[in-house]
C-alpha cells in the first residue's frame, strides 16, 4: 500500500515518440534523436539519451536540460543503434521505449545549399561562358580605371628621379584573389621598370607569393628584351609576421627613399602604417586591395586607390589575359543578375505574399 | 613610483619605446627594434610551423605511425623544393596549383552564402526587412536607402561600359555610399587604434615604471 503511493508520488511520465534517424544534408558521422516532451516536463531536470549497439547494453551519451526535445550524436557511418531517452528528476528515471535501429551515413547533396549550387552555377557559367568568348578572340570592353594611367607616370618619375620603385603585394597568400591580382600587376610594373631601366624592391610575406612573383618579375624582364637587367635581390622574403613586416617595409620606404610606392593586394591593419610613412616620404602611392576595412586608409593617404573589384578589374585590363577578362565581363553580368533580382524580388515582397526571402535562407 | 626589476619588462619596454621612435625619425634604436622583430618572427616562425604543422600532420603520421597515405602529402610538399634544382624548378607549379585549387574551391560556397546570397536577402523591400531595422516606420525608410545603395554601389562596379548616361548617375551616387561606408569604417578603426596605443603606454606606466596600477 505504502509502495503503491510512493511509486504515485514519484512517478514520472517518460518522454515518448523518440525517434532516431540519420542527419539529413550532413557529411556523415551523426544521428539525431527527437522526443515528445515528458508529461511532467515541469518537473523534469534533464533528459539523458542513452545508446546501444546491440539492442540490450545502453550507455549513456548525452544530456539536456528540460523543455528540449531533441540533440545529435556522433555516430560511426554504417553502425546500427538503438536510443533511449530518459527523463530524470531528482530521485527519479523514466526510460522511454528504445527506437528502432539507425545507421547514419553520409549524404552526396546538402539540400539547404541549393540556392548556392544554383548561384555558383549561373555565375561559373557566365564566367566560363566569357572566357570562351575572349579565347575566341572577340574584344571584350573594359572601361579604363583611373589609377592604372598613373603606373607610367609613376615609373618614369622615379626613372628621371634616379629612385626605386617599392612593390609590396600585402600580406596575402597565393590563393587570395587579391594577391593573384596584384601578381598580375606586379608584371607589368616591372615590364615598365625593365624598359626604362628603373630600380624596383619588391618585399614578401609569404614564401609561395615570393616564389611566384620572382619567376614574373624575371619575365617581365626577359619580356621587354632586358633579361640581364634583372636583379634576383629585388625580389625577397622579409618574414610572415605582419607586424615585422610592416616594421620592415616602414624601414625600406624610410632609407631607400623610393619615388613610388604600390600596395597592391592583401592587406590587414599594416596598411595605415605602411600608407602614412609612404606619404611621409613624398613618394607617389597607388595602392588597391579588396580589404574593404583597410580601404578607407588607403583612399586617406595615398594618391590612387583600386577600390574592391577595381584591383581585378585593373588586372584584366592592364594584361588583357581572355581568362581574367572574362571573368570581368561574367561579374558584370552577375551584377547585372543581382539587380534584376533585388528589384524583382522587392515587387514581389511588397505586393505579394510569396515567401520569396525563403529562396535566400 | 614602482619601476620593475624584471627584465624582460624592461626588454618589453625598451622595444616598444625604440618602435615608437620612429615617429621621430629613423635612428638605429629603431633599426636594431625592427632587425630584431623580423628576426625573432622568423625563427619563431620556423619552429611553429616545425612542431604545430609538420611534425603533427605529416612526419609523425608516415614516420612514425606509418600510415603510407601521407606519402602523397609529403611528396606534394618537397615538390617546393625543387625551386632550387633550376631544371625542375617547373614542378614547383604543381603544389602551388593544388593549394590554390583546394583554397578556391573551398571558399566559394562559403563566399557565395555570405556575401551574395544573404546579402541580397537583406536588402530586399519586404515587410521583414523593414521590421529587422526595429525603428517603426522608419525600418521602411532604412530599407529603401539600403537599396538604393546596393544598386548604385552595383553600378559603380560594373566595368563594361563607360560611366556616361544613367549608369554615371547612379556610379556616382553608388560611389557617394561607399565613401560614406569608408568613414564609418575609418573612424571606427582610428577608435580602435587609439585603444592598442592606449594599452602600450598603459604597459609602459604600469608594469614598468608603476606610475598607475
Request: hydrophobic residues 45%; proline residues 4%.
Amino acid at each position: 500500500m505504502i509502495c503503491t503511493l510512493l511509486a504515485g508520488i514519484f512517478a514520472l511520465a517518460p518522454p515518448t515518440a523518440v525517434h532516431a534517424y540519420d542527419t539529413p544534408d550532413d557529411g556523415g558521422g551523426a544521428v539525431k534523436i527527437e522526443w515528445q516532451l515528458s508529461a511532467d516536463d515541469m518537473t523534469v531536470d534533464k533528459y539523458e539519451v542513452y545508446r546501444s549497439e546491440n539492442g540490450v547494453d545502453y550507455k549513456k551519451v548525452g544530456l539536456i536540460g528540460r523543455g528540449r526535445n531533441q540533440i545529435e550524436d556522433e555516430t560511426e557511418d554504417g553502425k546500427d543503434y538503438y536510443y533511449k531517452v530518459a527523463a530524470v528528476s531528482d530521485t527519479v528515471t523514466a526510460f522511454s521505449a528504445p527506437t528502432a535501429s539507425v545507421a547514419s551515413s553520409a549524404q552526396w547533396l546538402n539540400r539547404r545549399k541549393i540556392n548556392i549550387i544554383i548561384a555558383v552555377l549561373v555565375f561559373g557559367g557566365l564566367i566560363l561562358a566569357f572566357i570562351q568568348h575572349a579565347r575566341r578572340g572577340r574584344k571584350l570592353f573594359v572601361r579604363k580605371i583611373a589609377g592604372l594611367h598613373a603606373i607610367d607616370d609613376a615609373v618614369g618619375r622615379a626613372t628621371e628621379m634616379g629612385k626605386p620603385i617599392l612593390y609590396c603585394p600585402g600580406i596575402g597568400y597565393i590563393e587570395d584573389i587579391a594577391t593573384i591580382a596584384s601578381l598580375n600587376i606586379l608584371g607589368e610594373v616591372a615590364k615598365k621598370c625593365g624598359e626604362y631601366d628603373t630600380k624596383l624592391i619588391n618585399p614578401h610575406f609569404d614564401p609561395i607569393v615570393y616564389t611566384v612573383a620572382r619567376e614574373i618579375v624575371k619575365e617581365s624582364y626577359t619580356d621587354v628584351g632586358r633579361p640581364d637587367a634583372f636583379d634576383p635581390d629585388s625580389v625577397y622574403y622579409v618574414t610572415d609576421s605582419q607586424f615585422a613586416y610592416a616594421a620592415a617595409v616602414d624601414g625600406i620606404m624610410i632609407r631607400e627613399l623610393p619615388a613610388t610606392n604600390f600596395l597592391v593586394g592583401w592587406f590587414r591593419a599594416e596598411s595605415l602604417i605602411l600608407a602614412e610613412t609612404g606619404a611621409s616620404t613624398g613618394a607617389i602611392q597607388i595602392a588597391g586591395t579588396d580589404q574593404v576595412s583597410q580601404l578607407p586608409f588607403f583612399v586617406t593617404a595615398c594618391d590612387y586607390t583600386l577600390i574592391g573589384e577595381e584591383l581585378y578589374a585593373a588586372s584584366a585590363y592592364i594584361s588583357r589575359e581572355p581568362l581574367l577578362l572574362g571573368a570581368i565581363k561574367g561579374e558584370d553580368w552577375g551584377k547585372v543578375i543581382i539587380g534584376v533580382i533585388l528589384v524583382v524580388g522587392s515587387l514581389i515582397g511588397l505586393f505579394t505574399l510569396f515567401p520569396v526571402m525563403q529562396f535566400f535562407d | 613610483m614602482n619601476i620593475s626589476t624584471d627584465p624582460w619588462v624592461w626588454i618589453s619596454a625598451l622595444c616598444t619605446i625604440a618602435i615608437f621612435s620612429f615617429l621621430w625619425r629613423d635612428n638605429p634604436f629603431y633599426k636594431i627594434a625592427e632587425h630584431v622583430f623580423v628576426g625573432v618572427a622568423n625563427g619563431w616562425a620556423v619552429t611553429f610551423y616545425w612542431h604545430n604543422v609538420l611534425m603533427p600532420t605529416l612526419f609523425d603520421p608516415l614516420f612514425r605511425q606509418g600510415q603510407l597515405l601521407f606519402i602523397i602529402p609529403f611528396i606534394i610538399g618537397m615538390l617546393y623544393l625543387t625551386r632550387f634544382i633550376p631544371r625542375v624548378s617547373w614542378l614547383v607549379r604543381i603544389p602551388i596549383g593544388i593549394s590554390m585549387g583546394y583554397y578556391v574551391g573551398a571558399s566559394i560556397p562559403a563566399v557565395s552564402q555570405a556575401l551574395i546570397i544573404k546579402q541580397i536577402q537583406g536588402t530586399f523591400l519586404t515587410p521583414q526587412n523593414f521590421q529587422a531595422w526595429h525603428a517603426g516606420n522608419l525600418g521602411v525608410v532604412w530599407s529603401i536607402i539600403l537599396f538604393i545603395g546596393v544598386i548604385c554601389t552595383l553600378s559603380y562596379f560594373y566595368f563594361s561600359r563607360e560611366h556616361k548616361g544613367i549608369l554615371g548617375t547612379t556610379s556616382r551616387i553608388g560611389i557617394v555610399f561607399v565613401m560614406i561606408g569608408f568613414g564609418a569604417a575609418f573612424g571606427y578603426t582610428v577608435m580602435a587604434r587609439i585603444s592598442l596605443l592606449i594599452g602600450r603606454i598603459q604597459y609602459l606606466l604600469g608594469p614598468w615604471l608603476g606610475i598607475v596600477d
